[in-house]
């Protein structure tokens, strides 16, 4: 079992910045893919960015690239994904997983789900 705890959602103004952190706790997390997804009310969860386990491969949806990036520190059990330039449309709850395989924006391949963290963007 991997428990996930996602922290630093909030309220921000358009344009701003948040730093949401996700800490794992259980089996090791060294061994896991790590990925964010978000989900607003109405819609369908959707995949948001994904970091393989050493870090050095990242993957992006396209509506946050070049505004979002993701990091992880395995020292430290924990992933993060930093938010600039955000948009109302940004809303959502935002919700941090963890997989051994299978393609990083299928959330159907992640076997482990944290509880979410409200990101609220107001205009």
């Known amino acids: 079992q991997v428990q996930l705890v996602e922290s630093g959602g909030g309220l921000v103004q358009a344009g701003g910045s948040l730093r949401l952190s996700c800490a794992a706790s259980?089996?090791?997390?060294?061994?896991?893919?790590m990925g964010w997804f978000r989900q607003a009310p109405g819609k369908e969860r959707e995949f948001v960015a994904a970091?393989?386990?050493?870090?050095?491969?990242?993957y992006f949806a396209d509506f946050v690239k070049g505004r979002f990036t993701i990091s992880r520190d395995n020292a430290k059990n924990t992933v993060y994904l930093r938010m600039n330039s955000l948009k109302p449309e940004d809303t959502a709850v935002y919700y941090c997983?963890?997989?051994?395989?299978?393609?990083?924006?299928?959330?159907?391949?992640?076997?482990?789900w944290g509880q979410g963290t409200q990101v609220t963007v107001s205009s």
């Open positions: 997983a963890a997989r051994l395989g299978g393609k990083y924006g299928d959330a159907q391949a992640y076997d482990y």
């Open positions: 259980g089996r090791t997390f060294s061994n896991y893919a």
């Open positions: 970091i393989n386990w050493s870090g050095n491969g990242v």
